[in-house]
């Protein structure tokens, strides 16, 4: 049983340009979110996507925007990066009828680096 | 969502318990109380997850108090391999709410 994939492992941008990343649910879960992390702080939540549209939002700009396929997979896009976005981008999946399994679990992870 | 105070960081040998508090004075009466652990650049993993009493699992064992103001997660007999930063978080696990709020965390450093 595949487990959350992000792809991909590692990206460098330039200030200004675009970035788009993404993720594969745990097998059975619909329900995906993304979260930023920082060096040394815990994740931030940016947003979640179920059923293709946006749930919730976190504290972030709309340069951040995302995408939610048929088939739950999703990607997170970053316009006009700044410095201050490097980080790693986590994705988390869960399955929204919740009950014993509403644990959200986490893929990898991608680490982008703005220059 | 309920705020998580946690010790910023713990030192601790092989072979010794370690137990890591979390106060979270403000828990409301339908949050649940979860544990992440996260190595450097991996995404966070769930450890353990309780209302109240104690909850174990083959890698942990979660401490709650009647009054729910803290909570203990307890690793026995640490290695090496539990060298990370453990996450104490709150929130209402019957919300549909994926809006998980992380503290800063504890870093744990086991030492031979």
């Known amino acids: 049983d595949a487990g959350v994939t992000q792809s991909p492992t590692h990206l460098i941008k330039t200030r200004g340009q675009q970035v788009t990343l993404r993720c594969s649910p745990k097998s059975g879960h619909d329900t995906v979110s993304w979260y930023q992390q920082a060096l040394g702080q815990g994740p931030q939540f940016i947003f979640q996507y179920y059923e293709e549209e946006e749930r919730q939002r976190g504290n972030f700009p709309d340069r951040f925007s995302g995408h939610q396929f048929p088939n739950y997979s999703s990607e997170l896009n970053v316009n006009a990066l700044l410095l201050g976005d490097s980080a790693l981008y986590l994705c988390?999946?869960?399955?929204?009828?919740?009950?014993?399994?509403?644990?959200?679990?986490f893929g990898p992870g991608t680490r982008l680096l703005v220059l | 969502l309920a705020k998580t105070t946690q010790p910023i960081s713990m030192d601790s040998y092989e072979g010794q318990e370690v137990n890591i508090t979390c106060s979270h004075n403000n828990i409301a009466t339908n949050d649940y109380i979860t544990w992440y652990q996260q190595f450097p650049s991996q995404g966070p993993r769930f450890i353990i997850q309780g209302y109240k009493t104690k909850v174990t699992n083959e890698v942990a064992s979660l401490f709650i108090p009647a009054d729910r103001k803290s909570s203990t997660l307890s690793l026995p007999r640490v290695s090496l391999s539990d060298t990370a930063v453990y996450y104490c978080l709150v929130g209402d696990r019957g919300a549909n709410t994926d809006k998980l709020i992380f503290g800063t965390g504890t870093r744990l450093q086991v030492f031979p």
């Open positions: 988390a999946s869960r399955s929204i009828a919740g009950g014993a399994d509403a644990t959200q679990y």
